[in-house]
């Protein structure tokens, strides 16, 4: 008999642990179709799974009634390589202009990360974050729309890591995948990426680009504490409505990171959205009702 089951709900949490008395011990929630290998089912009503489509791979327990047994003969598939893009960068795409979000920075003697060793790499960082200066840039000011898509494309670009700030139309893909070259054109070939999307994007093609995904604040801050970029995602239930994408700082000084009992409930962060801040840690954003699902990653 198989041990790989499917998720029949829409989301379903997965656990630390079998209590429902709050959502502190959910991981993360996986998706309707999700495959995951049952590997104790001693309790009727939770099951201890191992998530296989997730990389680096995570477990822990689910509602039973959620899951239907797969037929063996099922294959199970993962995504394939895609290839990296940018717009070239525009003059009008700068920190005092409301504007040309589609292009990165394209501003004289931009700070990137260029040091080797972990010291001058968080000396790098801070000084992007400082340098975007997200509370009183024009660039990401909030109007009838939020810009934390736009900010964290720009702390990644000039940390040297690859999020796409516009991406391949579907038609692009399938001409790349059947090996042709494929010219990146705004609105033709490629597309700008809502936050929502990121969180799509990052599930699906972010190891492949080296992001890697962990289930752990500790692990995230510990990651970025080592001069990695890192980040946090989330869609918002609403397909209609934004969602949230925010970028992981590593720890320098007064910016430390919030800790219970020892443990990083809330990393350094740095986002624009409906506020614009440079460091903050006092907000656990994606657990909040309107975000759908969540996820770490850092590269």
């Known amino acids: 008999?198989?041990?790989?089951?499917?998720?029949?709900?829409?989301?379903?949490?997965?656990?630390?642990?079998?209590?429902?008395?709050?959502?502190?011990?959910?991981?993360?929630?996986?998706?309707?179709?999700e495959v995951v290998d049952v590997t104790d089912a001693s309790q009727a009503d939770w099951y201890k799974v191992n998530a296989l489509n997730r990389s680096p791979a995570i477990s822990g327990y689910v509602a039973s009634k959620y899951l239907k047994q797969v037929d063996p003969s099922a294959p199970v598939t993962s995504p394939g390589y895609l290839k990296p893009v940018n717009l070239p960068p525009n003059n009008d795409s700068r920190r005092n202009n409301h504007a040309a979000w589609q292009y990165p920075l394209g501003e004289p003697a931009m700070p990137f990360i260029t040091a080797a060793d972990v010291p001058g790499r968080i000396d790098d960082i801070y000084n992007i974050v400082n340098y975007l200066a997200v509370d009183i840039s024009a660039r990401y000011a909030r109007d009838v729309h939020t810009y934390c898509n736009i900010y964290?494309?720009?702390?990644?670009?000039?940390?040297?890591?690859?999020?796409p700030r516009v991406w391949w139309t579907d038609k692009a893909l399938l001409d790349l995948k059947n090996g042709q070259t494929v010219q990146a054109l705004y609105g033709v070939t490629v597309n700008e990426m809502t936050a929502n999307q990121l969180y799509t994007w990052l599930e699906l093609w972010g190891a492949d680009f080296g992001w890697t995904r962990t289930y752990d604040l500790d692990d995230l801050?510990?990651?970025?504490?080592?001069?990695?970029?890192?980040?946090?995602?989330?869609?918002?239930?609403?397909?209609?409505?934004?969602?949230h994408i925010c970028c992981v700082i590593?720890?320098?000084?007064?910016?430390v990171a919030m800790r219970t009992g020892g443990n990083v409930v809330?990393?350094?962060?740095?986002?624009?959205?409906?506020q614009n801040l440079r460091f903050y840690?006092?907000?656990?954003?994606?657990?909040?009702?309107?975000?759908?699902?969540?996820?770490?990653?850092?590269?």
């Open 1 to 33: 008999m198989s041990n790989l089951y499917t998720v029949t709900a829409t989301l379903l949490n997965l656990r630390s642990s079998t209590s429902t008395a709050d959502n502190s011990n959910i991981i993360t929630r996986l998706k309707n179709g």
């Open 152 to 163: 964290a494309y720009d702390f990644c670009y000039l940390s040297n890591v690859f999020l």
């Open 221 to 243: 801050q510990n990651q970025v504490n080592q001069g990695k970029t890192g980040l946090i995602s989330g869609p918002n239930v609403n397909a209609e409505q934004s969602g």
């Open 250 to 255: 590593p720890e320098k000084g007064t910016e």
């Open 266 to 274: 809330c990393p350094v962060l740095s986002q624009a959205g409906a």
């Open 281 to 299: 840690n006092n907000n656990r954003w994606w657990l909040l009702s309107i975000i759908k699902e969540f996820g770490f990653w850092y590269v």
